[in-house]
């Protein structure tokens, strides 16, 4: 099983998500998308760690896993606060940088 | 030592024609070692009277009339000390001006016997005028301030007469035009006069521009500007060049001496105060073009074409002027007419070659006195009848102004050419010399210059029987009355030189053989009474005849009749300012809208455009900052993508 | 299934590889795409979910079980749940409206990711990425040593800062999601006073307690026949006990809430969910 499917499978996701943070409106929607990428680039990490037979694409894909959840507690804390102000969580209420 | 080279036939033909005279200078020696002191004089006084200020207004004409008395002292000594010198070409070094190079022009001052002549010209009657002013101008509170220009004047005219090279010529040249715009416009407060003083300092202008021209030719055909470096350098260096700088100085002559086609400033200039009017623009100023043509005889003796143009010139102006002159009213602008005639009489004598350049000289030195007088007398009038200048306001003012009455006619008969006058002792050479040169077109020239010397008479006599014969025709408040004794005796003293300046010229040779050594020898020696001459005095006399018929024996209407279609004509100056107007002033208005239509929309809708493109690009480009998180985010992704296909192509 | 692939593959273990491979991965592709097409938040979590268990799965083939039970542990164990408690906080009622407001988004997305998938497509096709090797090879000790001798010798300085982040998000989320009082904490003295105020002391009755149906949006019926709207929560709409029920659209079920004047709702245009 050559590692170059799971890679193209990693790539799959990752426009997909990336797609979906283009598109959705809900902010925690984009969240759950930005969090889909962050999983196809572990799944290429991984893959990239058995073909080249070393595990250090493991332990970046552990650290990209760490630094993830560090990041979702955070957003999803400014999200909450946001939500307290305003009473939307949408993205495209968020325009007050509008020319 | 100077030098004189004589070619020994006076057949008409180019070269063998002339009779080049070439100049030689030596350094000045004893009382001509002072001569700055000519210029130092009149600077002094105009520098004190414009600076000082209103502190110098009670003594201030004082020391404007001694500066002048004083040059004219000076100048008498230095004229003695000529006469006794063997050299009488002598430069007086004051100070190197410019040093550029190969090229070298030096303030120097170069006394010779034609500038000695017209030294003594303008310190004798200037010294005569500015008395005069002291009586003319006494109720005028800018009367210090008049002092001051008109010896800045003098200083000026004097620098233009002395200098040595055409650098400092011109710097005289510029400085006469200065005070000529200052003293026309003297009386500010008066529109006419501000306009007129700019009209006549625009006209020459264009003159100006003619000497500045001829004044690089010079520098780059002979590489300097002296006299005696052009002069003895033009012989080889061409016709073509000699025509060129002969006809270029020509139009700065026309230009200063007001000649055709540059004549329309000199009857508007008579917004002047009267003296002004004598001394600039009768006697000194308008001959500094006369003067330029005669210093310059060496260039034009190669030019056989510049003297023709010259001649036609001055034949054409004085026609010009005298039609003009009888039929204008207005007492000074009918003298200014007569001027612009007599100048022309000179300018025609200038282009006649050897011939005709000691009596252009001689009627030139004449014409200040016996023009200054009637100016003098024509103001004496306009004082005692309450600054009315109109003549159709005059009459029978013999009785009430008998000095004036005096000197007036005794320079009438002068510019008449009635014999023994000055007139008739200068004017006659003249007109004897063209029908001797230029062969077939001389004829013409001749013919017009009689039928001149008619027209002069009879205008003169019309003015005559206008202001001083006939019945009165004042106003209701005028009394007439002669003027105080500071402005009768200097009149008196120029009427002795309107009645013996001609004779005393002309008799024996007296100034031809003064000027050999400048400006040459006649080839062909003149008596006095020629078949020209004859001719001329018998016009003359028709034209006193008909000037009585029509003034005098008729009574004068008060209001001017309508007159024939020429007497229309030459009451609006012959159409001078309409030609002016419609050739130049008119496309020069247009250019100018032009332009300035082209700045306001071409110029400035480049620059508003590229301000209106800045801001419109900048408008349309604001909209991309939506505010939209998800917009940003969709640049940003582009980036990506784009970084990607770089790195792609790159490896690739 | 770890062991199986640790010990090296045969060709029925390539097989059996290839085969869930495949399974796998239409299955997240299927999930990811729902993921973006859903309205409702919630099953965008949902489908999020399977895409994590797939990937799970096949780090435990690729010869990563410990990244494999790491994933299932703390990124769906713990950071999807996250995400559903926030959800549940901000409002799970709320879907997405299908009309996009900002013009040529979703073109533009679409082009931008035609574009990138067409770039990594050439990448990883001009990439030689071959067979991979066998899986003995460099592998002297397990998994989970050599990852712990990696994190502690290697890689020890990221390990300490990333602790430090962690740390510092903790910290941030708290002070983020703090909320000063503003008014003193009510009492029980207070509450009692505000109760008797309302002039509701008795609680709300529950729902279809006399009716005929036991459902949560039925409304009780009092003794004289009529219902109490009391008795139904808010955020559903009561219904007629006589009638059948009938699905309320959710912008009805917004509609309602709002003229019922007791909840604040959000203003609309882009913000409901």
């Given at each position: 099983m050559s590692p170059v499917h799971y890679v193209a499978l990693a790539v799959i996701l990752f426009v997909i998500g990336g797609v979906g943070v283009l598109v959705r409106r809900n902010a925690i929607v984009v969240f759950m998308c930005i969090e889909l990428m962050l999983n196809a680039c572990n799944l290429a990490f991984v893959a990239f760690a058995r073909l080249h037979a070393n595990l250090d694409g493991q332990v970046i894909a552990f650290f990209v896993m760490v630094v993830a959840a560090a990041e979702v507690v955070v957003g999803l804390a400014i999200l909450m606060a946001i939500y307290r102000a305003r009473r939307s969580a949408s993205v495209d209420d968020a325009n007050l940088l509008k020319y | 030592m100077t030098?004189?080279?004589?070619?020994?036939?006076?057949?008409?033909?180019?070269?063998?024609?002339?009779?080049?005279?070439?100049?030689?200078?030596?350094?000045?020696?004893?009382?001509?070692?002072?001569?700055?002191?000519?210029?130092?004089?009149?600077?002094?006084?105009?520098?004190?009277?414009?600076?000082?200020?209103?502190?110098?207004?009670?003594?201030?004409?004082?020391?404007?009339?001694?500066?002048?008395?004083?040059?004219?002292?000076?100048?008498?000594?230095?004229?003695?000390?000529?006469?006794?010198?063997?050299?009488?070409?002598?430069?007086?070094?004051?100070?190197?001006?410019?040093?550029?190079g190969h090229f070298q022009a030096n303030v120097n001052l170069l006394v010779d016997q034609l500038s000695i002549c017209f030294v003594l010209l303008i310190t004798g009657v200037g010294s005569m005028i500015i008395i005069y002013s002291v009586g003319y101008m006494a109720h005028d509170r800018g009367r210090r301030r008049f002092f001051g220009y008109m010896n800045l004047f003098?200083?000026?005219?004097?620098?233009?007469?002395?200098?040595?090279?055409?650098?400092?010529?011109?710097?005289?040249?510029?400085?006469?035009?200065?005070?000529?715009?200052?003293?026309?416009?003297?009386?500010?407060?008066?529109?006419?006069?501000?306009?007129?003083?700019?009209?006549?300092?625009?006209?020459?202008?264009?003159?100006?521009?003619?000497?500045?021209?001829?004044?690089?030719?010079?520098?780059?055909?002979?590489?300097?500007?002296?006299?005696?470096?052009?002069?003895?350098?033009?012989?080889?260096?061409?016709?073509?060049?000699?025509?060129?700088?002969?006809?270029?100085?020509?139009?700065?002559?026309?230009?200063?001496?007001?000649?055709?086609?540059?004549?329309?400033?000199?009857?508007?200039?008579?917004?002047?105060?009267?003296?002004?009017?004598?001394?600039?623009?009768?006697?000194?100023?308008?001959?500094?073009?006369?003067?330029?043509?005669v210093r310059s005889n060496p260039i034009l003796a190669v030019s056989e074409d510049a003297q023709i143009g010259i001649a036609i010139v001055g034949t054409v102006t004085l026609l010009f002027g005298g039609i003009i002159a009888a039929a204008k009213d207005d007492i000074k602008k009918s003298l200014a007419g007569s001027t612009m005639s007599q100048i022309g009489y000179m300018t025609l004598g200038a282009g006649l070659g050897p011939e005709g350049y000691v009596f252009s000289i001689a009627l030139?030195?004449?014409?200040?006195?016996?023009?200054?007088?009637?100016?003098?007398?024509?103001?004496?009038?306009?004082?005692?009848?309450?600054?009315?200048?109109?003549?159709?306001?005059?009459?029978?003012?013999?009785?009430?102004?008998?000095?004036?009455?005096?000197?007036?006619?005794?320079?009438?008969?002068?510019?008449?050419?009635?014999?023994?006058?000055?007139?008739?002792f200068v004017k006659d050479p003249i007109i004897e010399g063209d029908f001797t040169e230029h062969g077939a077109g001389g004829w013409i020239l001749g013919i017009c210059a009689l039928i001149g010397a008619g027209l002069t008479a009879f205008y003169m006599t019309r003015m005559m029987y206008m202001t001083w014969w006939g019945k009165r025709r004042w106003a209701q408040d005028a009394h007439p009355h002669e003027s105080p004794p500071v402005m009768t005796w200097p009149m008196i003293v120029l009427a002795v030189g309107s009645v013996g300046a001609g004779g005393f010229l002309i008799i024996n040779d007296r100034l031809q053989n003064f000027l050999a050594p400048v400006v040459g020898v006649p080839p062909v020696e003149h008596g006095f009474f020629t078949v020209a001459g004859g001719v001329a005095l018998l016009l003359a006399l028709a034209g006193i005849a008909l000037g009585w018929a029509m003034y005098g024996r008729v009574p004068v209407p008060e209001t001017a009749p309508h007159g024939s279609p020429l007497t229309v004509a030459a009451r609006n100056e012959l159409y001078g300012n309409t030609i002016n107007e419609s050739l130049v002033m008119r496309p020069g208005q247009w250019l100018t809208r032009l332009s300035v239509y082209f700045d306001n929309r071409g110029v400035d809708g480049l620059v508003n455009s590229l301000a209106a493109l800045v801001g419109g690009t900048s408008g349309r480009w604001r909209r991309i900052q939506t505010g939209f998180v998800r917009s940003y985010a969709l640049s940003m992704f582009f980036g990506a993508v784009i970084v990607v296909a770089l790195l792609l192509a790159v490896r690739l | 299934m770890s062991g199986v692939l640790a010990a090296g593959g045969t060709n029925t273990d390539f097989v059996a590889e290839e085969t869930i491979f495949w399974i796998l991965a239409v299955a997240s592709v299927g999930a990811a795409l729902a993921m973006i097409l859903v309205r409702r938040a919630v099953h965008c979590a949902i489908m999020l979910a399977v895409v994590m268990l797939c990937l799970a799965t096949m780090y435990a083939m690729e010869g990563a079980p410990f990244l494999a039970f790491v994933q299932i542990i703390v990124y769906t164990g713990a950071v999807l749940m996250l995400f559903l408690f926030v959800l549940m906080l901000i409002g799970i009622s709320n879907a997405d409206s299908i009309v996009e407001t900002i013009k040529g988004q979703r073109l533009a997305a679409g082009l931008a990711a035609i574009g990138l998938l067409v770039l990594l497509a050439l990448t990883i096709g001009h990439a030689a990425i071959g067979p991979a090797p066998p899986q003995n090879a460099g592998n002297n000790?397990?998994?989970?040593?050599?990852?712990?001798?990696?994190?502690?010798?290697?890689?020890?300085?990221?390990?300490?800062?990333?602790?430090?982040?962690?740390?510092?998000?903790?910290?941030?989320?708290?002070?983020?999601?703090?909320?000063?009082?503003?008014?003193?904490?009510?009492?029980?003295?207070?509450?009692?006073?505000?109760?008797?105020?309302?002039?509701?002391?008795?609680?709300?009755?529950?729902?279809?307690?006399?009716?005929?149906?036991?459902?949560?949006?039925?409304?009780?019926?009092?003794?004289?026949?009529?219902?109490?709207?009391?008795?139904v929560s808010s955020a559903l709409s009561p219904r007629d006990p006589k009638q059948e029920p009938r699905f309320v659209p959710p912008e009805e079920t917004l509609q309602i809430t709002a003229e019922s004047g007791e909840w604040e709702i959000a203003p609309s245009g882009g913000a409901d969910q």
């Open positions: - | 030098t004189l080279t004589a070619v020994a036939d006076g057949a008409a033909g180019s070269a063998a024609h002339a009779l080049a005279a070439t100049l030689t200078t030596v350094p000045a020696t004893g009382a001509l070692k002072l001569s700055w002191l000519l210029l130092a004089f009149p600077l002094f006084g105009a520098v004190v009277l414009l600076i000082g200020g209103r502190r110098t207004d009670r003594w201030g004409h004082l020391l404007g009339c001694a500066m002048p008395l004083a040059a004219f002292a000076y100048g008498v000594i230095a004229f003695f000390t000529l006469l006794g010198d063997t050299d009488r070409s002598q430069d007086q070094h004051l100070y190197t001006y410019i040093l550029v003098l200083a000026a005219m004097l620098l233009l007469v002395l200098a040595d090279n055409y650098l400092v010529l011109y710097v005289g040249w510029e400085g006469v035009g200065l005070a000529s715009y200052l003293l026309i416009g003297f009386w500010q407060e008066r529109n006419s006069a501000a306009v007129a003083a700019k009209k006549a300092f625009v006209v020459n202008r264009v003159g100006d521009a003619g000497l500045t021209v001829a004044i690089f030719l010079m520098f780059s055909a002979f590489g300097t500007v002296s006299f005696t470096g052009v002069f003895h350098q033009v012989p080889s260096g061409g016709s073509g060049v000699a025509t060129a700088l002969g006809f270029l100085l020509l139009l700065g002559a026309c230009g200063k001496s007001a000649q055709v086609p540059l004549q329309s400033w000199l009857l508007d200039a008579m917004e002047g105060p009267t003296p002004v009017s004598a001394l600039i623009h009768a006697a000194t100023m308008v001959t500094a073009g006369v003067y330029l043509l030139l030195l004449a014409h200040g006195f016996y023009k200054a007088g009637l100016f003098l007398g024509a103001g004496s009038v306009i004082h005692g009848m309450n600054d009315e200048q109109d003549m159709r306001r005059y009459g029978a003012l013999a009785r009430a102004l008998p000095v004036t009455y005096v000197t007036f006619g005794l320079a009438y008969l002068a510019i008449a050419g009635i014999p023994p006058f000055s007139g008739f | 000790v397990n998994n989970l040593t050599g990852i712990a001798q990696l994190i502690f010798t290697t890689y020890v300085f990221p390990f300490e800062v990333t602790g430090a982040l962690l740390i510092t998000a903790a910290v941030g989320a708290m002070v983020l999601a703090h909320r000063e009082r503003e008014t003193p904490r009510p009492n029980q003295r207070e509450l009692a006073a505000r109760r008797v105020a309302s002039g509701r002391l008795a609680p709300d009755p529950s729902p279809g307690v006399y009716a005929l149906h036991d459902a949560a949006d039925r409304p009780a019926l009092l003794p004289d026949g009529s219902t109490s709207e009391l008795s």
